[in-house]
Every structure is written in C-alpha cells, then in structure tokens.
C-alpha cells in the first residue's frame, strides 16, 4: 500500500501555508504530526497532490496561559500534552485524555490540532474540547476565524472549516479550581478506537455531559447536566435518574443511536458521573 | 525528486528522494536498515517502530520528506546501546521471540518503556506494548524479557545520566 | 514441569537450552522476503477485483504499458490450481492463476503490473480499465443452495462443494433411550490469519544452474516445487523454490498460492526477475480465510449425563476455490471426524456441508476444523451438565475414553492412540481452583459483573502419516519426512531439512535431537531448511508435524551417524567399538579417566587424513536418512483448558481473570519452546473467541481491510495463565514425541465461551458465536430482559 504521486512544501509560517493551501485547491491537504493523514495516503483513500507541511511553523507549537485561559497551538503533540509540558487548564482531564490516545509511538507525533481538523468522532479531543466549551482558531483566504468547540463538527470528517482554512490553535477557559470531572470509554483492546464515550464535568457554576464516538459530532446532554449538577454525592440510585435524563436528551437531539450504542453510552455515562465523585470504576483484577 | 539532508544512525546523508516514499520504505533502502519490517503500513502493528529526534515513531507513517534535519536511529545503528544489548540478552534469556518479524519494533519500544517508567507493573507494562503486535509468543516471553531487562537496567544504568527522559539515553 | 525423560541430558531431548536462532532475529540482520532482491528486479502490484462475482467482459491494459501489464494469456503455458479432494461427489473448482473469464471473490487477481517502485507498480494497477458484468453474490453460506444465486464454478448446480455423512452405531435407539434430548447452535465465524509477515515471491532465471528460482514466504517448498513443475509444465530440477526467514506463517503461507504461479510463469516468459509483497489490505481482504463453521448439535444423554447418542449437522463456508493440497472439504472433514472428541461416544449421526461463496478461499489455520469441532461438542457438554446441574468436569469424565480403551476407534473414523484425558481436566480443575467462584460472585455483587467459570478438553492428531492423508482424499499425500546430515571438517554437524522453522525452534530443537544421539553441543550444530536445493525432499511445517517427523528423521540419520563415528573413534583410541561411547562431544573409553577423542579429531580422520580410518571404513561422514511413524494414525496430544472470566454487562467486554492448561504431548524435547507455542496458540484462540472476524456483506465485500477494523490481540488482552505438562509418550514416534503446536489455539473459544455463558446463565443470557463481541454479548443480556419482559 503505496501512496498516489504528491509533492511537498514545508511551510514556515501560518501565512505560508495557508497561501500554499489556497494554491493547491482541492488537492492540498494539511501534514502535521501524519497518523492519521499518512495512513490515508497509504491506503489511497485520500489523495493530495500538494501536501503542506505545518510542523515546522513556529506559531502552532507555541503555546501560552494566563490566569483564565490556556491557549494551545496546533502543532502540539498528545505527548507534549500527556506529559505536562504545557499548561493544563482542566484539572488533569487533559493529561489523562491524552495519555489513552493510542499508543506512545502515535502520541509521539500525532497532535492535538490533527486530530480535531480530521474530526473523527471517536477521536477524544473532539469530544474533550466539546466538555471544557474550549473555542477552536483557524486562519484562512478570508482571515482569522474561531469557533466554539461543541460547534465545529458538523458531522463525522466535517468541520467548519474551509477546504484553505488552517486550524492553529485552540483556546481552552480554565475549569474551577473546585471542578470535578469523569471520563470513560469503551475499547475493546488498549490503544483503538473508542466505540462509547462520555465526558461529565462537574463545576460550581455549570456542569458539562458530552457523549463521544457516535456516528458524528458529540451529543450534548443539557438535562443531564441539571441533574449532574444537582447531586451531591454519588449513589446506586442516582442511575435510574441520570439514564432517564440521557434518554431524555438524546431523544431531543434528532441523533440516531443504536440500542447497543445507548446501552454502552449510558454505561460510560454512569461512570464517568462515579469518577466525578472520585469513586473509581470497578475493574475486576486477575486472581 | 526532492533534496534532503538528515542523520541515520549518526551518519548524515543528503540525497534526493520522491515525496510519497514513505520513511520506512527510505532507510530500507537508502541505509540498508533491514530491522524495519512492515506488518500494516498504517500505524497500528509498531513493526516498523524506530526513533525519531529521540522519540519512538512510526516509520511506516512518515514521509522521508518530511524528515529534512531529523535525527534517526534504527536497531542497526543502537547496537552498542547498553539498553538495547540489555534487552537483546533479556529478550534470548527470557523466549521474548519467535519469528524474529515483530523483534526490532519490540525492542525499540522497550527500551522507551524502561526509559519512561523504569520497572513498572505488569499491567502498565502490557499497556505499554499494546502498540507492538506479536502473533507468535502470546507476549508471555516478550513481557519476562522486558521486566527481566528492567530489573537489571535499574541496578547498572546506561553511564548516561541515568535519567528517565529518552533523551539523555540517546544511543551512541 | 516434567521436563525430563530417561533419555535427556543437559543439552539433549528435555532441556530448556536457549535458541540457535535468535542472534540473528535480535539483531534484525536476517532476510524476510522483502529483504530479497536481484539486479534488475521489478516490483509487482497485483490488480485485483473489486467485486465479488462478475463475468469479465473486457480487460484495457493503459497506454504504452502493454509490456508492464499482463494477464493469464501473457503468461504462456500455465495450468489452473486443481485441488481435487477424493471423496465422492466432490465437485471441482478450478482456480486459475490469474482470473481471466470470471472473477469469484473480491481480491482475486486478475492481472499483474510491474514498476520500478511497488508505488508505480500500483499507479499503473489503478489505471487499467475492467469491464465487469456483474452476479449476485453468494455471501452467506445459507444461499449455497438458493437457485436465486448463480453457480459460481461451471458445471455445478448449485454452490456445494460436497456433502458427507457418518452414520455409526445407532442413534434412533440412542434417542429412544435418552432422558435427555438437547438442541442448540453453535456459530464461529469466518476470521483472517494475521501472520505478521504477510505472503511474497520473488522470481528470477539463475542462468548458471538453469534454474527458475522462486523465493516464496512459505511452509513446505518442496511440495510448491512440484505444485509449480506441474503447473508451468517444468522439470523439478528446472524449479528452485526457496522459503527465506518467515515472518510467522500459521497456515496463510500453506498453500499454492495464484500469486506463486503468476509471478514464476512471467518470470520465465520475460525474463525479468520479480518480486511481489503483500500489503495488510491484500492479506486481511485476499488471502485464504478460516474458521467460518456453523453447527446444529443434538446429544442424547441418561440423567446421569452419559452421552448415548451424538447428532449434528455442520455447514462450512469453504470460500470461492478449492485450495490446494488440502481441498475445500477437509475443513468440514475435520469437523465432523472430531465432533465427538475425547468421548467415547459409539452413536453418532451426521452431516457436512462444504459450501462455495464468493470469498477468499478457506485455507489452514492452526487448528484448522477442530476448534470449531471443540467449540461445538464441549459448549454441548457443559450444556448437557448445566441441564442436569451436574459439575462440567464431572459430566466429561462420565464420557471420556479411559486409559485402558486405547487405541480408541472414534465413531468419526479416528484412531486415538494415547491418553489420559481426565488426568488433563481434574489437573485444570485442581489449577481454576473453582471453589472461589462463589466468593467472586460475592465480591461483584450488585456490580455490572458477572463471573464465569468454563473448561474446554481437545484433542490433536499430529504427525499423521500416510494412510491418514490418503484417507482425507487430498492430491498429495504426507507421512514421512527425510533428514540430511553431514559433519564439516572440523567437527561440526549441518543438518539439512525439507520442513521449514518460522518460530518453532525448530534450529534449536533438531539440534537437541542431534545431541541426543551424538553427545554434540547444539551450538555447533547448523539446522539449514526451506531451499530445495540443499535439503532432501520432504513435506514441509504444518500439522503440527516438524518435531516427530523431522525430529524422527533427524535421530535417525544422527543414530546412523552415530555408528560410523564410534567405529572410527573406537579405532583411533585402539579399543573396541563396545567400549566407548559418545559423550559431549567426544568418543571416549567406557572407564573412569578413559581416553577420548573429540569429534573434530573423528571428522578430519573422516574427511582430510582418511589414511586414519579403519578398513572397511569410507571416507566422509554424511547420511540422509527418512522416518515414518510406526502408524499411521497420528499421535495425538490432548489437554484442558479453564477459562475465569468476568463478563462487564455494561460495555460487553470479557475480562479473562485466570486462564489455565493441563495438557499433554508426550515426550518434551524443550519445555521452554512447549510453553512459547502454547501462550501463541492460546493468544490466537483469544483472538477467535473474542476479537478476530472478517465480516462480509450482501455484496459479498470484505468489511475488515485494516488493522482498525480487524483486531488482533495485544499484551493487555492475554490473561495470567498457567500451564501445566502431563506426559504419556506416544507409542508410534521416536523418542515418544507428539505434536503441539496448534493445541494452545484450539480450547480457547470453547472454554472462554463457556465462560461467558456459565456468567450469563443466571440471567437467561446465552452466547453461542464468536467472536464474543461486545455487541453480540449486550445484544444476548437485551434478549434475555425482553424475554424476561415478555415472559
């Protein structure tokens, strides 16, 4: 499995490569960390005759914090992220996220601003970005552009933004020092796909249910959230009311789930609310 | 046909090379580094794991290129690396392989292993290898290897600085 | 462990000496087929077809690359693969090496493309230009006999490729007799192989010796030699056929191969040497497939769970062709002949069908037809003990064969030789410790887990001979294996072997047997195999075969050997040949202090001062030798296997808490290579309960072309486990050896399905497919509520 013919251009500055993007039209396709790109060129199912190369661009490894938000650079790997070497906005949720991507050799150069721009909706930034309510930045032929998170999957592989457009960085509000979050999914071996999801932040002001890995963008589940952000503790019956919330909510939203899929998003619903409350899933041990 | 210059197994060479070949398909050929063996060429089996500017990598993944002023090494060229000789005679001790195909990515993320947690437990160990696939061991001998090479890497560190971070165990 | 037997010493039959061959794989310095090139050499794509069943109307080969492009006609005198099995009724399938009228799966190849790079080799693939006429599919082996569907191969009137029946004793009266009557079904569906070396051949004319040479990633190259001679219409000593270090094989590389022909006949008709390597897509989607059977078991059984009569009807989905040596129906063959197991069932009534679809033909894989066979009869008995709430254990030792009824004649025609099969089970029992069940379950009370307790015993006929493979109606048969030694000058051995080591350690092994009779270190013992050219001929790796058979011939040559050395030690040490013996290396006197002369001494007497040699003593010291075991009918190792598992009702995932294996394959000649091939095995039958499937849809298309769909399992998904050796040496081989490579992948979809199934029980939730996915899993929890619901 061999690549179609292509050329190369590294670009040196976000400018560069977005005037190479516009260039190269349809055929032009953005070269970052290349885990999942590379892959596709592999297999031919993707071909780019002009592949524009933005890991050298100074501006998208960049990464900078204040004291209300961290603003990330594209180009920053999940192993920069998974080890701390940038500041993390969100309590550890980021780190941890991270450090379940994969495998260490893809973490190594796969990168955050890939990963959301190719918007596979089992990949866990897409729906991580969505929970923290994180605004995602691009550059294009029409100028600067930004979107909410939880706004920019339209669909599965398909964001807001333009064939030219460049995504350089995303800009993550730090959580409450008191938030408390949850997250699980289900993998059927270490290192692949997740075929369920949820994410669940609970904070002072507003709580945040988001389930991932579905055949799209993630699902939001606002009453989910009301009930989330009224408990105080967890219990066995909280299960009942937290599912009947989510069955509530995805009805709302006009996305179609299977039953295996509800089964295993309410699973990883009700965990990720346990984790919340710093009660560890149960994970049998061998004996 | 585009001009490159990088470092494989510290030699530099400047060459050219068409933009869709892969790095793993180059240093096969361009540095005769045979230990990279393609199981998927999609990123997922690690047979074609090698390290790049001091990380462990996918070679079946990156383009040559791509690679203009990278640092590569094979196991060709971590021979007299006192991590991988150790793991080497762990991996013989310890029935770590079989057909030899998954060797050389096993031992280059290994060695990352041991690097980055040291001698860690078994279940983080296994998590670990979970991007190298072996068909024929089982990883039952893979896993005594590691953990055997482990215990004693931690008694004599490489006389690097003996830190944890992959960089200063740069092979030499 | 019981590694040792009277026969062993330090380095010989019995030790857990290190491996000759790992310096090299370590290093990463040896060649794969990849790693084999000639001057000259051009890179093939195969065009393959994207559809499933179609005429071809036309095939336009692009412009100015009418000498890079070739089809079936391109390629000169070349005969299709003709894999006949004998069995009655058989229906043929001739399977060409290029498609040239039809094509029968997707994948199938249909021209070859040549570039100076495999990229621009594939380039030139994407622009040729096919013109299908399409069919309906055949994608589901339920439309086999659907006059909806067209017959695949001419001449047929339907899609089977043949249908058998065993009808033994008398299971009417078995089911007029029987308290109990049970019916159920039992899936495994069609997997890939996964070595992690795909396929590839590499093809050149060597003008110094005449010879075509093809290097082919494969098991058995003498027997590709003659397939290939008699394909392209060549004399053997005109073909070379080489199997450089293999990658892991399990049975993919076990085959004729369409790809092995094409390339050896363009080869030979443009004379250009070629080299074709197999991508993970043309491996998951277009290499041969296992695995796919279907069962309707029904047992009759007394109250007291004796198996009195055994009934069943099994479908196997055989794929587009026959493959070749094996035939599409041995799967099924298999199937049937070891349903009824280790258990001394006399009444037994069924029925195989081997069906065709328009899919990657169905080929070996280790285990090839009894894990389906295992899967069916030990989910039966663990039903038939849950019916009558007996202990499973309890229940299969109602019905083993006993030790004092060997040789066993099975009512599927197999003749057991050996064995102590509850020996096996009460061992795992012993090892599952299945008393902490009841205190698990307590522990996950109230949680989302359920906890699970299942066995699995199996059988496996190794190293059959003759008669055996005549009996399965195949085109070639096996049985015997030959052996070439010869020492060096200075005092080391070579040996030089038809079969073919890709990760058996067999390099280390034969070695093992040389000590044995030679008293010589195995580190100076050579094991070359794989190269027509250099080995006698012989059968090849597979069924679990290398180790009695090789190993067979190997003691034998090195006991001929043996013989010559002596004398000429004795000589050269002025003794009588009664009063010395071979010891580490040397000759020595039979005294305490005696003399001794070191191997090397012996060896240039024999070679380079033959003036030294006794009279009647030839110069040189090499033999080649053949063996046969005494029968014909296998030696057949055997175990149990015990699977704990938690099964996560929440997501569906199966956790194996403790795996164990009692098993037993006679004598060891390396304990530490015994385990390695069983933690394999038992990672690829993980793999088969849980994770491996090649799905196909109503298009007959492939659904799994990539490591992210197909899942093959990692370091996380193997379980602690435990292995335990029993040892009864077979009757019929040298040294009592059986084979037991294939062993460890056999139980594990039967005991872990018993597992999950002893978890679910409680809820009214049965799973009786593998792979256990999670969906299948939630899916049978769903069930069971709705029938709860509904009840």
Redesign the interface.
Known sequence: ????????F?AESVQQAVDLLVAGGMDAKV?AG??SL??M????MVAAER?V?I?AVPALKAWSADSNQVRIGACNTH?QIQLGEVADPSNGLMPKVAAAI?????R??GTIGGSLALADPSADWVTTMAALGATIEWEGPDGPSSSPAEEFVAAAYTTRLGMSDLLTGIRIPRLDPDAKWGTYK?C??????A??MAMVIRAPKASRAFLGATDGAPIRLPHTEQVVGDLRDWQ?AHAKVLSDAMDADLGASGRELT??QI??S??CL??SVQMSFGVEA?Q???? | MQAIELTINGESLKTTVDPRTTLADFLREQADARSIHLGCEHGVCGGCTIVINGKIARSCIALAVAMGGAEIWTLEGMRDDPAIVQLRDSFHRCHGLQCGYCTPGMLITARDIIARYGNPEERILREALAGNICRCTGYAGIVKAVQHAAVRLEQHPNDASGATSLEAVSPR | MNATTPLSSKKGIGSSILRNEDERLLAGRSSFIADISQPGMWEVAFLRSPVAHAHIISVQKPQGAQNRVFLLDDLGEVLPIRADSQAKGFRRSDYPALAQDKVRFVGEPIAICLGCTRAEAEDLAAQVVVEFDELPAVSDLSQCRDPAYPPIHPGWTDNLFLETHIDVGDVEAARAKAAVTLTHEYRMNRQAIVSLEGRGVMTYLDERTGELVVYSSTQFPHVIRTALAHCLNMKERELRVVAPEVGGSFGVKNNLNPEEIALAALTRRVRKPLRWIEDRREHLTASPHAREHRYQVTVHADSNGVVLGLEASIDVDAGAYSVWPWTAPMESGMAIGFLPGPYAITNYRATARTCASNKSPMGPYRGVGRPGACFAIERTMEELAAHLGLDPIEVRARNYVRPDQFPWKSAGGKTYDIGDYQASAVAVRRMIRPERVAALRERYAGTDYEIGLGYATYLEQTAHGTAEWVQRGLPVVFGYEQAALQMTPDGMLIIDVPIQNHGQGLETTLAQVANEELGIDPAHVVVRHGDTSLAPYGMGTFASRSMVMSGGAVGCASALLAKKILKIGAHLLQVSVDDVRLEDGFVAVNAPGGAKVSLTEIAVAAFLRPERLPDGVDPGLSVVASYRTSKDSGAWSYGTHAALVAVDKGTGLVKILDYVIAHDCGTIVNPMIVDGQMMGGLAQGIGTALYEEMPYNFDGQPLASTFMDYLVPGASEMPQTTIEHLSLPSPITRYGIKGMGEGGAISPPASICNAVNNALRRLGASVNETPMTPERIIRALMDADAGKAGA
Request: aromatic content about 8%.
């Open positions: 499995m061999k690549p179609g013919a292509l050329t190369y590294r070269l290349g885990q590379v892959p060129l592999n297999l031919r592949l190369d890991s192993e994969a495998y260490q050799a893809v190594n150069r289900i059927r071996k270490t290192g692949e796909f075929h369920a066995a039953d295996v089964w295993q309410r699973t009700l965990r149960i049998p041990e061998s004996v």
